[in-house]
């Protein structure tokens, strides 16, 4: 019997980050993906690569939540990009009107290239509505700050401990990751679980950020979870999947490289 996953995200027009990616991750790990687009990014290759934003209608979005739900029982659902309250309010409903085994959320507060705090109240209903009906939340270095209200996250022991203070805003497991601004040579992310913190180490690939990394490692995440595995297996071997996908880049006319989804069956198949 196949597995779903569902997915509740913006799409990213060059195929390098939002559902386009969560897609491609569900295929790589043999989960049959279901996608509900919130909103649709395209990046301005005239300005900067500058995001342009445009939101789906509330309706529309509760439209494909119902075609999704009728058609399939999913019980797995991974939450990306929303971008507006309204978008927020129609996700939160409907996220509250079924029960799920699992509630991935990659608290997507910007993305790259947009000003931070340009969306505070998006932020703060992302942060009542969606973050307390999440069993597992993973913010990178910069969301973890921001949601934990700590005023720096420079070390392992600042991570886990935005970690803890996440947890206390209602999702069971924080996969909290510190990527390549954490100070030091590994790629550390934390895991905690209500009560224990455990470390995940990978040397860096490189300094610079890749485009995708954070989507396809809650991606990867939903998808184990989604086949039955248990949270830690399901973290461990999504950071191995990306990792492999950051070493197997793609390289773009964009001013960074996106994950190569691929690489880890790559990789397998010699
Ligand atoms: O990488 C975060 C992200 C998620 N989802 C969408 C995006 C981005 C960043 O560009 O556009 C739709």
């Given amino acids: 019997m196949v597995d779903f996953a569902y997915v509740i995200a913006g799409s990213e027009a060059t195929g390098g980050a939002g559902l386009q990616v969560d897609l491609k991750t569900f295929q790589e790990l043999g989960v049959y993906g279901v996608g509900t687009i919130t909103c649709i990014v395209s990046f301005d290759p005239g300005n900067g690569w500058a995001h342009r934003f445009v939101p789906i209608e509330p309706q529309v979005i509760a439209d494909q939540i119902e075609a999704a739900t009728a058609t399939h029982d999913l019980d797995v659902v991974k939450v990306g990009m929303l971008g507006t309250p309204a978008t927020i309010d129609v996700v939160a409903d409907a996220l509250a009107a079924r029960q799920w085994r699992h509630v991935v959320v990659d608290p997507v507060l910007i993305c790259k290239g ?69 100070p030091g040579d590994d790629a550390v992310d934390v895991l905690f679980d209500g009560t224990d913190v455990t470390v995940l180490a990978a040397p860096k690939v490189g300094s610079e950020r890749v485009s995708g990394a954070g989507c ?6 939903t998808a184990e979870l989604a086949k039955g595995a248990e949270i830690g297996d399901a973290v461990a071997f999504a950071k191995e999947f990306t990792t492999a996908g950051i070493n197997g880049r793609v390289s773009a006319h964009t001013p960074f490289d996106t994950v190569w989804q691929g690489a880890f069956v790559d990789a397998l198949d010699g």
Avoid: C, H
């Fill in 216 to 221: 396809t490692l809650a991606a990867a995440i």
């Fill in 114 to 182: 947009q000003e931070p705090g340009a969306a505070l109240d998006t932020d703060t209903a992302l942060r009542e509505k969606i973050i307390p009906l999440a069993t597992v939340v993973t913010p990178n270095l910069f969301e973890a700050q921001i949601l934990s209200g700590m005023d720096e996250i420079s070390s392992v022991d600042d991570l886990a401990e935005a970690a803890r203070r996440i947890a206390d805003l209602g999702p069971k497991y924080v996969v909290a990751k510190g990527g390549v601004e954490l």
